[in-house]
């Protein structure tokens, strides 16, 4: 339950109760309303990683309706450019940008797997499917050459090439790194 006793007019939902609460208890006074060129720029970065368009911010301020801020979650939220921004966290967690894992690294061609996770989650994808079809999209019964490409999640791992290690040696440090990624990414 949010604290009831946090009485302020920057409470705006449930949530600033307690962050008020423990400001309260550490002695600090929260910061006053950001302008609103600031929350169009502060969200429009968090939401798509990019700043607004100058356009977009004369929009904004010209917008002086009730839910004009909500207006702008809404529409940057249903753009594709949200999912683009979503999909770097996941891809970080699954080791996207990761080499092959040698001095001598050659090009990877695992871009398919990142767009299919930014359609995923571009189409809202439910997190059960996103992540039974990462792990065994090819096990899936009539599997899709989608459902292959999304175990491009285990791809993301070292790999053996050449007669540099033992093949079976390699092979389970393979397999203890996606053991180890895939542990990560699911708690």
């Known amino acids: 339950m949010p604290p009831a ?19 309260t208890k550490d002695g600090l006074n929260p910061s006053p309303e950001a302008n609103r060129a600031t929350l169009i ?16 911010v004369s929009a904004f301020l010209k917008d002086d ?8 979650v809404d529409r940057l939220i249903s ?3 949200y999912a683009e921004r979503r999909a770097q966290d996941w891809l970080d967690l699954a080791r996207y940008a990761d080499t092959r894992g040698f001095a001598d690294d050659k090009k990877r061609e695992i871009w398919p797997y990142r767009d299919w996770v930014v359609r995923a989650l571009d189409r809202n994808m439910s997190f059960d499917q996103f992540t039974i079809e990462q ?3 090819d096990m899936l019964p009539n599997a899709t050459i989608d459902h292959r490409l999304t175990t491009g999640f285990h ?33």
Do not use: M
Not at 7 to 23: C, K
């Open 5 to 23: 006793n946090v009485r302020s007019a920057s409470v705006w939902n449930p949530l600033d109760r307690f962050i008020l609460s423990q400001l």
């Open 41 to 56: 720029r502060r969200v429009t970065l968090d939401l798509i990683g990019l700043p607004p368009t100058p356009a977009e």
């Open 65 to 72: 309706a009730p839910g004009a801020y909500d207006r702008l």
């Open 79 to 81: 753009i594709r450019d």
């Open 135 to 137: 792990l065994a999209g």
């Open 155 to 187: 791809r993301n791992a070292p790999q053996a090439r050449g007669q540099t290690y033992p093949v079976e040696e390699y092979r389970l440090k393979g397999v203890t790194d996606r053991v180890n990624t895939t542990g990560k990414v699911l708690v």
